[in-house]
């Protein structure tokens, strides 16, 4: 009678060898050269430490701008607001964490200029496509008729921009999604360089290296 369990039990030894021998050896999430291309055998997804370390720093600030440190509210004020800014229940939904630059000389209004870095972690990309559809269209819904497309080239798997009153920026790579938004400032500072920014960010910290070094 006991036949079975015994047979389960060295068909896991054997798999967990084949594995050993030439399985995916990397690890999930690990960087890996094929052909000249990097590739992630795994897809993105960051714990609440990693969104902290993800999200742009002070020291990242480009010239003309300064940083603040990321902030972390606690789970239920952080799946608040996912849901409060994706109009979703956020399935799935690990960690958010924000930060923003600003610039360092008013305009000739008086105002500093913002542009506003959040990142909202899920378990799965599917779990992201569904909060980044949400919050995409709640955002597109506000800005009306005022949003113009706006052209974004950052190495994100899914990218939707516009430009308006406001600027908006969403991006997502893996379960990971990313928004970049203005108060403030003109549809001509380079978005696109601040989006890559925070895209790369996010993939060196996935695979455990220093975003800052």
């Given amino acids: ?21 030439g399985g995916s050896g990397d690890g999930p999430g690990k960087d890996t050269d094929h052909g000249g291309e990097q590739q992630l055998n795994a897809p993105i997804v960051l714990a609440t430490d990693q969104v902290s370390a993800a999200l742009v720093s002070k020291s990242s600030a480009p010239q003309g701008w300064k940083g603040r440190s990321p902030g972390l509210p606690s789970p239920k004020e952080a799946l608040r607001k996912c849901q409060d800014e994706t109009e979703t229940n956020c399935g799935g939904f690990v960690s958010y964490g924000s930060t923003y630059f600003f610039k360092d000389k008013l305009d000739a209004d008086g105002r500093t ?20 559809k949400g919050l995409t269209k709640e955002e597109r819904r506000k ?10 080239s950052a190495g994100a798997e899914e990218t939707d921009a516009f430009t308006g009153e406001h600027t908006e920026v969403f991006l997502r790579l893996g379960g990971v999604l990313v ?14 360089q601040f989006a890559e920014l925070q895209i790369n960010r996010i993939k060196k910290v996935a695979v455990g290296k220093n975003p800052d070094a």
């Fill in 1 to 21: 009678m006991f036949r079975p369990v015994r047979g389960i039990v060295a068909g896991a030894v054997l798999a967990a060898s084949l594995t050993a021998c």
């Fill in 113 to 132: 200029g913002h542009l506003y870095f959040s990142i909202f972690s899920f378990r799965t990309p599917e779990d992201a496509k569904v909060a980044m």
């Fill in 143 to 152: 800005a009306g008729a005022d949003a113009k497309p706006l052209k974004i």
């Fill in 179 to 192: 928004r970049l938004q203005s108060a403030d400032l003109t549809a001509n500072e380079p978005y696109a």
